[in-house]
């Protein structure tokens, strides 16, 4: 190698260094709010409820080696993110004994944007299972902060050197209307007050100090093997040609993602001095699908690792879903995007975590260069 070209590489090697550097000496820790995409095991901390699928072997197959309440063969977004900025990995605010100085993740399996009363008010009582929306999660955050800071100062002071990840919320939200088999349109009404509480969530954390928030958007619903086998229909035009997800669910997504991008172009505004990072599952998990080989995975139609043979081509059984007696994960999960018809692989948080901190899956992205 040529002397100029080995400088070339040692500069490349230090530009390449350098945001990783500034990052980890910026944020002092990470407060994560959500759903079953981020919940890192609260709802186990006093052990494994019965009816919990979630919390048994195959889960936590590929990282952990046994079942630590994430939804999925192994690490979440979240944790590949705390790992790249040198963080240790958050543990669920609900542990006892932990120590959240250095962030604490209060995402919970079931949680939802909106509280349980909207649901009720608008007969989806029976279908939500509500665990903890944001605003409850916001509640245990406030309980919280006389364990993590002594003063309201010292509190703001290491909000403002915090990195806060809220969402993705809405989810849930969509599952509990589309449980209830609500028509499409109906449910469609009910995107601007899911965006509107998740703007609420920010809002109340931007009042106690936080400056670097990230929010996630939904993932393509009609993707998912829960959806395309609840609604198998023998009409093809439901479906996209290439990708064979339910056009009308995945519009549904994109609605809410496009309403609260505007929400979060609007909080700019109001809080100049605060960075609002939109963080992309949708297009990460499209680009799954319509492009599996470049991400290493099989190109097949939307597919479970962990399941059991049920309608269509889908490995998704609702009486036998992973964790369940008659479900099995795949050889090899790394190969599949989508883990148990719901949640996604390890391999594909990966990529996602990689999209949301250095890009092109977050605008901006978390680690983007900047001046501050
Ligand atoms: C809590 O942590 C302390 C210090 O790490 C340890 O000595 C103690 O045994 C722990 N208690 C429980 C109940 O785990
Ligand atoms: C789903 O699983 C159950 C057993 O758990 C089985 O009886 C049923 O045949 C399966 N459905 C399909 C369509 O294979």
Redesign the pocket.
Known sequence: MRFESLIGFALLVVAGLWPLRAAAQMYAAIFNFGDSLADAGNLVVDGIPEYLATARLPYGMTYFGYPTGRVSDGRLVVDFIAQELGLPLLPPSKAHNASFHRGANFAITGGTSLDTSFFEAHGMGHTVWNSGSLHTQLRWFEDMKPSICNSPKECRDLFRRSLFIVGEFGGNDYAAALGAFLPLQKVHTFVPHIVDSIGKGIEKLIAEGAVELVVPGVLPIGCFPVYLSIFLKQRPEMYGPRSGCIKDLNTLSWVHNALLQRKIAELRKKHPGVRIMYADYYTAVTQFVLHADNWGFLKQTPRTCCG????GQYNF?L??KCGEP?AYACDDPSNHWNWDGVHLTEAAYGHIAKGWLYGPFADPPILEARQR
């Open positions: 059991a043979p049920g309608v059984n009486t036998s008659g």
